[in-house]
Each structure stands twice: as C-alpha cells, then as structure tokens.
C-alpha cells in the first residue's frame, strides 16, 4: 500500500494565483479530509468527504478554497485566488471512518504552500 | 465544541530518561483516540490508537493510556532516545458532528539529548 499521496510536495505561487492541491487516498478507505497546518493555529479541519460526498466544509476559510472528489480515488483542494495569508502546509488524510468507527487516520506527507 | 490540550509544550530530556506526554479533552463522547509523531516538515505518522473502551495501547517502548471519563490521555516513552525528538499530536475522533472528525491538541515538541 503506497499510503496516502499528495502533490505537489512544494508549491510556492504569486499573490492572485490560482493553486491546485492533489489527493490520492488509500484503497478502500470511504472518507477522505483536508487539513491545514500553520504554527500560529496548528492542524484544522478545512473539509471531510464520506463517498465522495462533502459532509462538513465548516472549516473551509472564505469562498476562495473549494474542494472536489469526482471519484473515490482522487481529491483536488482549491485556492483562487491565493493570498499570503495561506501559506501553510496543507494535508490529506483518509480512512474507513464512515463504515468502521473504529479505524485510525492516515495521513500524507502534506503540501507545503508558500504564496509570496 | 471539543477542545484538545496537550502538556507541556516543548519538553527537553537527557538520553535513556522515561517520560510522560499528556493530553486532555473537554467532551467526552468519543470514538477513540490517536497519537501521532511529526518529524520536521514531514507529515503524521500513527503511534497508536486507543478505542473509547480500551484503557491502554502499547507499541515496542510507547504506552498510551486513556481515560474518557475523566478526558485523559498520557503517552509514555520508556528508555528515550535521541530518535525519539520529534512534535507529539493527540487528537481524538468525536461521536458529534458526523463521529468522523479529529481535533488536535497542538502539539508537545520533545527533544532528547545525547
């Protein structure tokens, strides 16, 4: 199983810019979520997917980010248009939340989002 | 609203010294809850997951302990070793708003010296 996996790795992006960040979940897994992580407010749920569905986007900052799952196997958060304020580091997480109460959180190894 | 507090912030041992992270958590109705390890611009890694009916968890030298009732959690690491510098996430799935949902405490940064 090759985890969860994200990209770009690093993005760094003018101020305006439109920025696309990428998902991949594990396998099987039914939910799917998007983190962001800043030293001055740690780790915050922006939006949780179950079946593909959006089930609660009340992290979701501003009308600037919007997030997608066409498909089980892949997720797409976006920002535009991108503002300083948003560097972070954003990260993917899924699991078999919605079926399985029980199952932990695997993460991936995050998006790194520097707007200059 | 659930609230996750971990203890202390920043910690700083000698090498072989076995030590105590703590966490707390204001609402108790939870599914379970899960310790991470985040190395320097890297992402999460899962050490262990407590289900809300279990006490404890152990891994090789990490033990978590939880007690719901009284929304407590300690992880604890026999014999540390520098290996071990890392931040310590606990963050605990709740049964409201969907009962698919972590909220993190912020983090205790631990540092093992030689």
């Known amino acids: 199983d090759a985890g969860v996996i994200q990209s770009p790795r690093h993005e760094v992006t003018e101020m305006g810019q439109e920025v696309t960040l990428r998902c991949k979940p594990i396998s099987g897994h039914n939910s799917l979520f998007w983190y962001r992580q800043t030293m001055m407010r740690g780790l915050e749920l922006l939006i949780y997917?179950?079946?593909?569905?959006?089930?609660?986007d009340s992290g979701m900052p501003e009308d600037r980010f919007s997030a997608k799952m066409p498909n089980a196997s892949f997720s797409t958060l976006k920002i535009q248009p991108s503002e300083p304020r948003d560097s972070a580091v954003y990260f993917c997480a899924s699991n078999q939340g919605s079926t399985v109460p029980n199952y932990g959180y695997t993460f991936g190894s995050g998006t790194r989002l520097t707007v200059v | 609203k659930q609230e996750v507090t971990q203890i202390p912030a920043a910690l700083s041992v000698p090498e072989g010294e076995n030590l105590v992270l703590n966490c707390s958590f204001t609402?108790?109705?939870?599914?379970?809850l899960q310790w991470f390890r985040q190395d320097p611009g890297k992402g999460l890694t899962s050490l262990l997951l407590?289900?809300?009916?279990?006490r404890e968890q152990t891994s090789g030298r990490l033990n978590a302990s939880l007690d719901k009732s009284s929304g407590r959690s300690t992880l604890y690491i026999a014999a540390s070793q520098p290996g071990d510098s890392a931040t310590y996430l606990c963050a605990v799935r709740g049964l409201t708003g969907g009962g698919n949902k972590l909220t993190f405490g912020t983090g205790t940064q631990l540092k093992v010296e030689l």
């Open positions: 407590i289900q809300s009916s279990q």
């Open positions: 997917f179950n079946n593909n569905v959006p089930i609660d």
């Open positions: 609402d108790s109705a939870i599914y379970n």
